[in-house]
């Protein structure tokens, strides 16, 4: 199985502020990654796939890097709309697809 | 746009089958290259992705969970099961199903099961 680690699990930050997520795969899954915002007895939403790919509609402030086994969420400028809690998931696996533990960003 | 709707029971006793259907509306379940998927979370916790179908029927489960999950696909009502058998405390969650292509680009609201004598 491919196990996905997120760091940090909690991030303080202001409204403005540049933040940036990172999630480890523990082998390679080349682009094959996703990242996703879950807000409080909401289903997630998706951001990002393809490891760089923005989903239509997703602010451009919200951008994804990486490739094989280390990627980044990254965004610009915080509006107060992003606290939320971000998942990183692989879809790489022929046994099946896995997520990060999340990283829940919270108003510094 | 699609949209999808879990229903089944909240509650379910321990060593039961645990059993939800979701329905799609907004497009056709046999039309575009897409899985139907099932994902829980444990209140307070993170997501586990418990396995797929494609409307073939060929499936694919968590390995963690394969003897217990069987997913099934009805294209005639537009719906998709799952079925979880022996079902513990553990079991409890907020279960989604979902539209994926890898990455999953629909999602149902999530209906809360319990799992309690």
């Known amino acids: 199985d491919i196990q996905m680690t997120q760091s940090p699990s909690t991030l303080s930050a202001s409204v403005g502020d540049r933040v940036t997520i990172t999630c480890r795969a523990s082998q390679s899954i080349s682009s094959w990654l996703a990242w996703y915002q879950q807000k409080p007895g909401k289903a997630p939403k998706l951001l990002i796939y393809?490891?760089?790919s923005l989903e239509a509609g997703v602010p451009s402030r919200f951008s994804g890097s990486g490739s094989g086994t280390e990627f980044t969420l990254t965004i610009s400028s915080l509006q107060p709309d992003d606290f939320a809690t971000y998942y990183c998931?692989?879809?790489?696996?022929?046994?099946?697809?896995?997520f990060g533990q999340g990283t829940k960003l919270e108003i510094k | 746009q699609v949209q999808l709707q879990e229903s089944g029971p909240g509650l379910v006793k321990p060593s039961q089958t645990l059993s939800l259907t979701c329905t799609v509306s907004?497009?056709?379940?046999?039309?575009?290259?897409?899985?139907w998927s099932w994902i829980r979370q444990p209140a307070g916790k993170g997501l586990e992705w418990l396995g797929r179908?494609?409307?073939?029927?060929?499936?694919r489960y968590n390995p963690s969970l394969k003897s217990r999950v069987t997913i099934s696909v009805d294209t005639s009502k537009n719906q998709f099961s799952l079925n979880l058998s022996s079902v513990t405390a553990a079991d409890t969650a907020m279960y989604y199903c979902a539209r994926e292509v890898g990455a999953i680009d629909a999602w149902g609201q999530g209906t809360l099961v319990t799992v309690s004598s």
């Open positions: 179908i494609y409307t073939s029927g060929s499936t």
């Open positions: 998931q692989q879809y790489n696996s022929y046994s099946g697809f896995s």
């Open positions: 907004g497009g056709s379940i046999s039309s575009g290259d897409y899985y």
């Open positions: 393809k490891a760089s």
